[in-house]
């Protein structure tokens, strides 16, 4: 019986998130994670896929996940879906709300302030369920678009690494999807049916990570190995993983 399309994609999803996982050594016995559930297509994947991979049993880790809702930013997520979808695929759920004062520091973005927030209440959540790994939705476009912001607007070669180990507290940030494209994933949501959040941010306009992805995009047109060749180039200057 020939494979579907679906099959075909869901495969090479699985495999590519297997091969980051023993390529980067993100997962190691006795590993407590905590998923950062924005409820995005990339979150529900990542946390579909440690679903899965956790009832293997090798190695042995167990899973988490927590979304955090910013009060005084219009991102209506679902919170019954997301609990629903995490407890039924054993996963259990956390749900916090905080919010941030743009007015308190006029030299911070919207943008920093946000994440910033948002990752503080993720590292306190963490240390609080006793886990030491944060495991984020970040896939291979989102690690470029990173590589090209940075080369672009601050001057340094860097991105956000594969594996990060955090230096003032027990913790390492993961991202398992980073050899994953979007492109796929956004295929794979739609066949999987996942129920899209509704995000309407008033300060997405300000950040130029759209402007890196159409430019990726043409120079993906210039050379479909584009992608390849930045991650390798990421590969050999040791800036994937940061112990």
Not at 32 to 52: F, N, P, R, T, V
Not at 91 to 104: L, Q
Request: hydrophobic fraction near 35%; charged fraction near 30%.
């Amino acid at each position: 019986m020939p494979i579907s399309s679906e099959q075909k994609l869901e495969k090479k999803i699985i495999s590519r998130f297997q091969k980051a996982i023993y390529d980067y050594g993100l997962i190691e016995d006795g590993d407590k994670l905590l998923i950062g559930l924005s409820g995005g297509k990339d979150s529900l994947c990542l946390l579909e896929m440690l679903a899965l991979r956790q009832k293997i049993k090798k190695p042995s880790f167990s899973v988490e996940a927590l979304h955090i809702r910013m009060e005084n930013i219009k991102y209506e997520s679902d919170i019954s879906y997301l609990r629903d979808f995490s407890e039924s695929r054993g996963v259990k759920f956390h749900f916090v709300t905080t919010g941030f004062n743009s007015d308190t520091d006029k030299r911070k973005s919207p943008c920093f302030l946000c994440s910033w927030n948002r990752r503080k209440q993720m590292f306190m959540k963490a240390q609080e369920l006793g886990c030491n790994k944060i495991a984020l939705g970040h896939h291979m476009d989102d690690i470029i678009h990173t590589t090209m912001m940075n080369l672009f607007f601050q001057g340094n070669f860097s991105t956000m690494p594969v594996s990060l180990k955090m230096k003032k507290m027990p913790l390492t940030i993961i991202r398992p999807l980073c050899l994953e494209e979007e492109s796929d994933l956004q295929q794979y949501a739609l066949n999987q049916g996942y129920k899209k959040q509704v995000k309407l941010c008033p300060y997405e306009s300000d950040s130029h990570r759209a402007d890196m992805k159409e430019l990726f995009c043409k120079i993906e047109a210039m050379n479909k190995e584009a992608r390849y060749s930045v991650m390798t180039a990421l590969g050999h200057e040791n800036k994937l993983v940061e112990e």
